[in-house]
């Protein structure tokens, strides 16, 4: 780890102004996987600014929208009674990442610009396109077990790490962001990128740009027939193989509207828009689930060790749907 300098404004405009003094200078809040890729040497910044002072850490709703501040804690989202009561899938998948005293230091902020889990982009003897672009993908002919199945290129196959996104993705979340031109709001779909000839770009922030909040909108179907499923190799602080988060709205055994995204399969969280599209007015019916399931695959494509997640992938979501509808 290089040595770097420190500061903690006191305002989101410091902490902004502090970022566009100093092109070498990045935020940091809980620290939990920025100060993981410092200490082996992927990300080297001069200056941290540290932004956990910050006014960012409420929870409230307004009118029919639930604003989630960036610095936030991921152990106190999952608790909070809004989120349970309200956003229970949300809480689901927080519970389901990492450990409780990771959770307990993590910011919602944080975790949606956290980095890729793939051990070719933490070993700097080895090429990664997203940690130095131009050096080539090891993974593409490596071992890529954990590896994207969606929306890959052949400079790079890594997979977005957060449980957390992959619901907002489903609950068709908004990121709020601030800088020294104001306001900006992104739609969560468009906040994350997929590698292309880019793949060192994770999301489309732009340079001096602060995430101040979430927001969530929220109606009566967001809290109840939710589920989030995590596959992953043991029960704890383990990334997921494959992950589904899923609403249904189901009225007299029809589905008045469904919500379906992925995680584990794709640089971004993966939204499951045609299956949703088949799924809608559709009886509840194993049948027409697979069927879904089979829509949603379409596509993939595995690289070798990660084939497993083109039969994974389908039966988690077939399994997730019948467990929500309670059918057998």
Request: proline share 5%; with cysteine.
């Amino acid at each position: 780890m290089i040595n770097f300098s420190y500061v903690r404004p006191s305002s989101i405009k410091a902490a902004i102004d502090a970022l566009n003094k100093d092109s070498a200078s990045q935020f940091i809040a809980g620290g939990t996987n920025l100060v993981d890729l410092m200490k082996r040497g992927v990300a080297s910044p001069e200056k941290l600014i540290d932004v956990t002072n910050l006014p960012l850490k409420n929870i409230e709703q307004r009118g029919n929208t639930i604003r989630i501040g960036s610095l936030a804690l991921n152990s106190e989202v999952s608790e909070h009674p809004l989120i349970v009561q309200k956003l229970p899938l949300l809480s689901q998948a927080l519970k389901a990442g990492a450990s409780p005293q990771l959770r307990n230091m993590a910011t919602v902020g944080g975790n949606l610009l956290q980095r890729t889990r793939c051990p070719y982009f933490y070993d700097t003897t080895m090429p990664c396109n997203k940690r130095k672009p131009g050096s080539g993908c090891a993974a593409l002919n490596g071992y890529n077990r954990m590896h994207a199945i969606f929306g890959a290129s052949e400079n790079c196959i890594a997979v977005h790490p957060s449980d957390m996104c992959v619901a907002l993705a489903a609950l068709d979340a908004t990121v709020i962001v601030n800088s020294s031109k104001g306001e900006r709001k992104i739609l969560f779909k468009d906040f994350h990128r997929l590698p292309g000839t880019t793949p060192e770009k994770d999301n489309n922030l732009q340079r001096g740009e602060l995430i101040t909040a979430v927001d969530v909108p929220v109606n009566d179907a967001l809290s109840r027939n939710v589920l989030y499923t995590k596959i992953r190799d043991r029960a704890s602080y383990a990334f997921a193989l494959v992950s589904v988060a899923a609403v249904l709205d189901i009225n007299n055994s029809a589905i008045q509207n469904v919500r379906l995204a992925m995680g584990g399969v794709a640089h971004k969280p993966w939204r499951l828009t045609e299956a949703e599209d088949f799924l809608k007015g559709k009886p509840v019916s194993i049948d027409n689930f697979r069927q879904a399931a089979t829509i949603a695959i379409k596509g993939a494509k595995g690289h070798g060790y990660n084939n497993f997640k083109m039969k994974l992938a389908p039966n988690t979501i077939v399994q997730v749907l019948t467990t929500i509808s309670g059918i057998s």
